[in-house]
């Protein structure tokens, strides 16, 4: 029985490209999302109880990112653009299920007369079948279980790519049924009426079909097989990604039904991209029937045809690569990627052919005498990768999938998954975008994660770190150069729960050491040059240093990036949307995903601030590694002046490729086993300072993070300032936690 699902998972290609659709007034619409990460309360952010990623992409299947490997819960939820808010609408999964992947998910959603229906797969075949056909109006309370009443279809064959005739009453499919061990596809159309087979065609490769009118489909019929492309090269021990719209060779075909009958005609040949993300084509209601993407010479074109043999033919766009399409009655969108200024760059080409569009001479009335209006941009924040690409909702409403990294992805591993799915971005609903959920930022980020891995391990929080880093300063235009060794050391208690901070560098050329402390309720700024002793004042008398200081410490809060998921006043992250950061150092640009977060409350209004910005672009050809995804590019600091007014503004810029790995230091103190031992905390080994001005931003800081070599118990440091001569950077600082020598004596 297992072999028999295996091959059925081999043999099929479950598409991903309906996981939504718009509803009928077009501002809101169905969308088939992984259930929620984690519970969502007064907490947390407003955004942490949003579903997930939508449904999972086959060349992963059953891949959720967990250990087990098990295929994600996948609900049909609908999204109000007016309330930028989620609704369950189906909880048909979840009891019944095995221990191991083979599991019931849900794969598609299409709508009729308003009503959502969504396709119900049953590997298992616990309901008498492969695939359900369930009407969605009523699920919410059915508790994890398909209810009789809601299945109006129950096929034996795996179906998908389910479309609407334009009448409403019929919906065809895509029906896949074994034939001597071997799984072949066909279309079949069903009554919507009373769900009873009203035709079928012959056996072919089909892609999605498309209705011309009521009694009429067209599709694509691939010659070899069914396109499946693969994310990777699997051969290499490297991540070489692979193209996923790489045009395959076969025919446009017209499908003309009567009487349960299917009459045939060829439309044209040639090389037509797949339509397992994105669709290769569709309806076009009012241009000249359909719209469809095929090979032409290098690239691709976009084009109107007409449904008929030779038909008329207008081009639409051409691109290197195809990334999908999406078409209302008035207007027709595709995108591509093109080469811009040596980079890949994802452009959208739109067509308008009714009603008005603005011009640089006005607004015109479309169709301007016999031509239609086509426009192109190139859109720079949203990935041009394979994998990804423009999904055509319904109703004018485009979104876009994005490919991400899987952050636990190890290449050497058999079967490895470097794309944990897709990101999904609904442009013209208010809000509606995976990344705005933080939870998915612990998901996506390496960084991000790892911190909050290892604060859940230590009990919720970070106690303490200490960092060492290298410094290279050039101030005043260079003239005043210097170059030494930075140490900070953080405990988050202390000081009535504000945290303490010592910093101890040698920049001046001997050592200085700086901290701040709390006695009887007042703050205390320490101070000593080696060699000397401490000096004790008031920070409140101690000015300019001790305001540094207490900026260094809330720095550090802002920059321990744990419980991203809480509400935005608790010390939480807000998405602020996506856009492009080109990094001073290597000039290189990335797409990124920009969120902020605040600390204190200033004086004179406003809060302390840092604006995060993470790389969403993948590795491959940009900057990051598998090993360390979707990093940190920049931190843009608001932080407080003297006596906690006013603010002042500093870049930190990150080489997203460069990490450091920071061990928990109580762990190896106690010689902890490595197989119990916490997980080590990374962060940015490289960061830059820069100040703007002329044509350049003029970098005055370098810092480089230091690590011991492997085996070494720490890296030399002046024996006054600490027992042993020797320091380890790391985390969970045992004399730390709970002493406060470091924080008012020269020694630790």
């Not at 079948?129 to 279809?153: C, E, H, M, R, W």
């Not at 394979?386 to 909702?393: C, E, R, S, W």
Request: aromatic content about 8%.
């Amino acid at each position: 029985m297992r072999l028999f699902f295996l091959m059925l998972l081999m043999a099929l290609p479950l598409a991903a490209n309906e996981i939504g659709i718009s509803a009928p007034d077009g501002n809101s619409g169905w969308l088939l999302l992984e259930n929620p990460a984690g519970v969502s309360d007064d907490k947390t952010s407003e955004f942490a109880g949003d579903p997930g990623f939508p449904v999972p992409d086959v060349n992963a299947w059953p891949y959720s990112g967990s250990s087990n490997g098990a295929w994600p819960t996948c609900e049909l939820w609908r999204y109000d653009s007016a309330t930028a808010k989620y609704a369950r609408v189906t909880h048909v999964l979840g009891k019944g299920e095995t221990s191991g992947a083979w599991r019931r998910t849900l794969t598609e959603v299409f709508e009729i007369d308003g009503t959502p229906y969504v396709l119900h797969y049953d590997p298992l075949q616990s309901l008498k079948g492969l695939t359900q056909v369930l009407k969605a109006d009523a699920l919410d309370a059915a508790g994890g279980a398909v209810p009789a009443a809601s299945i109006v279809l129950n096929s034996p064959e795996f179906m998908d790519a389910a479309v609407v005739s334009p009448d409403r009453r019929h919906v065809a499919f895509r029906s896949f049924r074994n034939v001597g061990g071997k799984f072949v596809a066909r279309l079949v159309v069903y009554s919507a009426a009373d769900w009873k087979l009203a035709a079928q065609s012959p056996d072919m490769h089909a892609g999605r079909p498309v209705w011309i009118d009521n009694q009429t489909l067209a599709v694509i019929a691939w010659d070899e097989a069914i396109p499946r492309p693969a994310q990777r090269d699997a051969t290499k021990s490297y991540v070489k990604l692979l193209e996923s719209h790489e045009p395959a060779a076969g025919r446009l075909l017209r499908i003309e039904i009567s009487g349960g009958q299917c009459s045939i005609t060829e439309l044209m040949k040639g090389m037509f991209p797949p339509d397992r993300l994105t669709a290769t084509l569709l309806r076009d209601a009012l241009g000249f029937g359909l719209v469809v993407a095929r090979g032409d010479g290098a690239g691709i074109v976009v084009e109107m045809r007409e449904p008929i043999a030779q038909g008329r033919a207008r081009e639409v766009a051409r691109f290197e690569k195809f990334r999908g399409m999406s078409v209302s009655l008035g207007l027709v969108r595709c995108a591509g990627v093109r080469t811009i200024d040596g980079a890949q760059t994802l452009v959208v080409a739109k067509c308008e052919r009714w009603g008005e569009a603005a011009t640089p001479l006005g607004r015109i009335t479309l169709p301007f005498g016999d031509k239609f209006l086509c426009t192109e941009a190139p859109i720079r924040a949203i990935s041009p990768d394979a994998h990804g690409g423009m999904l055509d909702l319904g109703r004018g409403v485009s979104a876009f999938i994005e490919p991400v990294v899987n952050p636990t992805f190890n290449a050497a591993s058999p079967g490895a998954t470097a794309l944990l799915r897709h990101a999904l971005f609904v442009p013209g609903w208010k809000q509606c975008d995976s990344l705005r959920n933080p939870r998915q930022l612990t998901r996506l980020s390496r960084m991000v994660q790892r911190f909050d891995e290892v604060s859940r391990a230590c009990g919720g929080n970070i106690p303490s770190t200490l960092l060492m880093f290298d410094i290279d300063i050039a101030a005043n235009e260079g003239q005043n150069q210097k170059k030494g060794r930075y140490i900070e050391l953080y405990g988050r208690e202390g000081r009535s729960g504000k945290g303490r901070i010592r910093t101890e560098d040698s920049l001046g050329g001997s050592w200085l050491v700086q901290s701040v402390d709390e006695e009887a309720g007042v703050d205390y700024y320490y101070d000593c040059s080696l060699p000397g002793t401490v000096r004790r004042r008031k920070g409140a008398d101690a000015g300019k240093v001790y305001d540094d200081l207490i900026v260094q410490l809330e720095t550090r809060k802002l920059l321990t990036l744990t419980g991203v998921e809480r509400r935005l006043d608790d010390g939480g992250v807000r998405f602020l949307g996506r856009d492009i950061y080109r990094d001073p150092n290597s000039g290189a640009s990335w797409r990124v995903w920009v969120y902020e977060r605040f600390g204190r409350q200033l004086e004179n209004g406003g809060r302390e601030r840092v604006e995060l910005r993470f790389v969403a672009s993948l590795p491959e050809g940009t900057a990051g590694d598998w090993k360390f995804p979707h990093a940190l590019a920049r931190a843009r600091l608001k932080f407080a002046l003297a006596g906690n007014k006013d603010a002042a503004v500093t870049d930190l810029a990150f080489e997203p490729d460069k990490f450091v790995e920071l061990p928990n230091l109580t762990d190896i103190a106690n010689k902890e086993p490595a197989k119990s031992a916490r997980p080590a905390l990374l962060m940015p080994a490289v960061f830059r300072i820069y100040e703007e001005g002329g044509a350049k931003p003029v970098q005055r800081l370098l810092a480089r993070a230091v690590q011991p070599p492997a085996g070494a118990e720490g890296v030399d440091h002046p024996q006054d300032l600490v027992r042993g001569g020797k320091i380890r950077p790391g985390y969970d600082v045992p004399l730390v936690n709970y002493a406060s020598k470091p924080w008012r004596e020269v020694q630790r």
